[in-house]
Structure formats: structure tokens, C-alpha cells
């Protein structure tokens, strides 16, 4: 069964530290680019940072940089987002999903997770 299942998710204060998984299963998780995105109610799906299949390259969100870190494991078929420095607008549902290639555009991921909840108190 292709799924992707996040998990790490939880209530911090601001300036407080997060680390999100994603454990993938059903494919050839060193095949594939991924990524991670944010969604609040009511707004768009927002790119958060992304990884190549070999963990060489990544790319992130100007709002992100220099406070997430993407990295994979591909021996564990699994994704990271290390959140540092927390702000109360990181707050949101955070989803992870598959693409092709370092791309940036949700419509360019073809395979969701379910999302994990995040939410910064400040």
C-alpha cells in the first residue's frame, strides 16, 4: 500500500524546536524528490523546503530559511523537517509529498500524506 505518514506534530511555545517524520511505504522512497508544505484553514498550500532522491540538494521557503532543515534517510524511507526558532505564524498543518524532482509548486506532488498538526503558542 503507497502511503506517506507524518508524525511529530504538537502544541510548542515560540522559539521552541520541532522535528517532523514522514514515513513512506508502497514505492522506491530513494527514487523520488520530496517535500514538505503548510496549509492554515482557509489559505492556500504553502511549499515549506524540499529534498532530491539523494539528499544532495534542497530547496526552502524564504520564510523557513535558516530555521527548517530537510534531510532523508533513505535506508529508513523517511523524511525530516527540523523546525528551530518557532514563530506563532509557523503554525499550521504540515503535510509531506512526493515529486518527481525539486520542484515548488504544489500541483507538481503527486503523492500526500494526511498531515500533522503544528502549533506555536507565543
Do not use: H
Not at 68 to 74: A, E, G, K, L, P
Amino acid at each position: 500500500q503507497v502511503q506517506l505518514v507524518e508524525s511529530g506534530g504538537g502544541l510548542v511555545q515560540a522559539g521552541s524546536s520541532l522535528r517532523l517524520s514522514c514515513a513512506v511505504s508502497g514505492f522506491t522512497f530513494s527514487s523520488f524528490a520530496m517535500g514538505w508544505f503548510r496549509q492554515v484553514r482557509g489559505k492556500e498550500r504553502e511549499f515549506v523546503a524540499a529534498i532530491s532522491w539523494s539528499g544532495g540538494s534542497t530547496q526552502y521557503a524564504d520564510s523557513v530559511k535558516g530555521r527548517f532543515t530537510i534531510s532523508r534517510d533513505n535506508a529508513k524511507s523517511t523524511v525530516y523537517l527540523q523546525m528551530n526558532s518557532l514563530k506563532a505564524e509557523d503554525t499550521a498543518v504540515y503535510y509531506c509529498a512526493r515529486a518527481w524532482g525539486l520542484v515548488t509548486r504544489p500541483e507538481d506532488y503527486d503523492l500526500w500524506g494526511q498531515g500533522t498538526q503544528v502549533t506555536v503558542s507565543s
